[in-house]
């Protein structure tokens, strides 16, 4: 196997493994991971990095390259929504203090690193891969 082919598989391989990170930390009491966010959208996740894996194992590199750059998607896009409903989860109280005090007690962790590590991966070697090109000899 090529090394960019590698390096692709590890970037799946940590996408799949880093949807069991913490993600969220709430009040200090409770760690959430991708499927605590949402259990549809993580497993949507997992089925893209799956798909990825099997790709890449059998050398379908358009295939892998889909998967690759729709893991980052689906990552950034579940960035931008566990952001937006942070800032947005204490908006009904009418006190300002209050709700900002209570928005700074759930805290992004360290899991948002690792998946998108693993989605950039992905990324970065599905697009140094090239399809083989044989040519005959004469």
Same mark, same amino acid.
């Given at each position: #196997?090529?090394?960019?082919?590698?390096? *692709?598989?590890?970037? /799946?391989?940590?996408?799949?493994?880093?949807?069991?990170?913490? #993600?969220?930390?709430?009040?200090?009491?409770?760690?959430?991971?991708?499927?605590?966010?949402?259990?549809?959208?993580? #497993? %949507?996740? #997992?089925?893209?990095?799956?798909?990825?894996?099997?790709? *890449?194992?059998?050398?379908? %590199?358009?295939?892998?390259?889909?998967? $690759? +750059?729709?893991?980052?998607?689906?990552?950034?896009?579940?960035?931008?929504?566990? /952001?937006? &409903?942070?800032?947005? !989860? /204490?908006?009904? %109280?009418?006190?300002?203090?209050?709700?900002?005090?209570? *928005?700074?007690?759930?805290?992004?962790? +360290?899991? +948002?690193?690792?998946? /998108?590590?693993? !989605? $950039?991966?992905?990324?970065?070697?599905?697009?140094? !891969?090239?399809?083989?090109?044989? *040519?005959?000899? &004469?």
């Amino acid at each position: #196997m090529r090394p960019a082919l590698l390096i *692709t598989l590890l970037g /799946f391989i940590i996408l799949i493994a880093a949807t069991y990170c913490p #993600m969220l930390r709430a009040f200090h009491i409770k760690t959430l991971d991708v499927y605590d966010l949402s259990r549809p959208y993580g #497993m %949507i996740i #997992m089925l893209t990095g799956v798909i990825g894996i099997l790709c *890449t194992v059998l050398g379908q %590199i358009k295939v892998t390259r889909i998967a $690759a +750059w729709a893991s980052l998607i689906l990552v950034v896009l579940l960035y931008v929504a566990a /952001f937006l &409903k942070v800032k947005a !989860s /204490f908006s009904f %109280i009418p006190f300002k203090g209050i709700e900002g005090f209570l *928005t700074k007690q759930i805290a992004f962790k +360290w899991g +948002w690193y690792v998946l /998108f590590a693993g !989605s $950039a991966l992905s990324v970065i070697g599905a697009l140094a !891969s090239k399809k083989r090109v044989y *040519t005959e000899g &004469k």
